[in-house]
């Protein structure tokens, strides 16, 4: 059984920081990319960004984000993290981490439970 886990969304204002944190458990025996997605009210779930398991990391953004968020990983801890800075109220939305997995002897895609972020004043 493996799980996702995300933490670290809150209610911040305009032009804040938030830091969210994805940790994968279980028997995993070997994790390659992970993302980050999220879903506003009344929208359907984005990509956000997603960073590779190679060296170097390839990271890629969504437009939206571009410049005002970081995706990063320790694969130590088997954790992703997103540093969402200068915050917009259009970024307010329920976040998801997504990881493709090896566990079992097959590559399967797991997505945690969400995080809310609300970007208000």
């Known amino acids: 059984q493996v799980q996702l886990v995300e933490s670290g969304g809150g209610l911040v204002q305009p032009g804040g920081s938030l830091r969210l944190s994805c940790a994968a458990s279980g028997s995993i025996f070997s994790i390659n990319s992970m993302a980050w997605y999220r879903q506003a009210p009344g929208k359907e779930r984005e990509w956000v960004a997603s960073?590779?398991?190679?060296?170097?990391?390839?990271?890629n953004y969504a437009d939206s984000v571009k410049g005002r968020f970081t995706i990063s990983r320790d694969d130590t801890k088997n954790t992703i993290y997103l540093q969402m800075n200068s915050l917009k109220p259009e970024d307010t939305a329920v976040y998801y981490c997504?990881?493709?997995?090896?566990?079992?002897?097959?590559?399967?895609?797991?997505w945690g439970q969400g995080t809310q972020v609300t970007v208000s004043s």
């Open positions: 997504n990881a493709r997995i090896f566990v079992g002897g097959a590559w399967n895609t797991y």
């Open positions: 960073i590779t398991a190679t060296t170097p990391r390839i990271t």
